[in-house]
């Protein structure tokens, strides 16, 4: 996320922006671990790690 916000603020956009932006990623991000079933069992396997 740092990554994506360097180079936001290098195109110049306002802070309201770029968090949009970020939070749209972010969203992003979530979803796509939530659908991964691999991660999900990971999980489930009582192994704590995520």
């Known amino acids: 996320m740092e990554s ?3 180079l936001l603020i290098k195109q110049d956009l306002a802070q309201s922006e770029r968090l949009v932006q970020l939070n749209q990623v ?3 991000q979530m979803m796509s671990l939530l659908k991964n079933t691999q991660i ?3 999980g489930d396997s ?5």
């Open 4 to 6: 994506i916000n360097a």
């Open 26 to 28: 972010a969203i992003a």
């Open 40 to 42: 999900r069992q990971l």
């Open 46 to 50: 009582g192994g704590g790690g995520l």
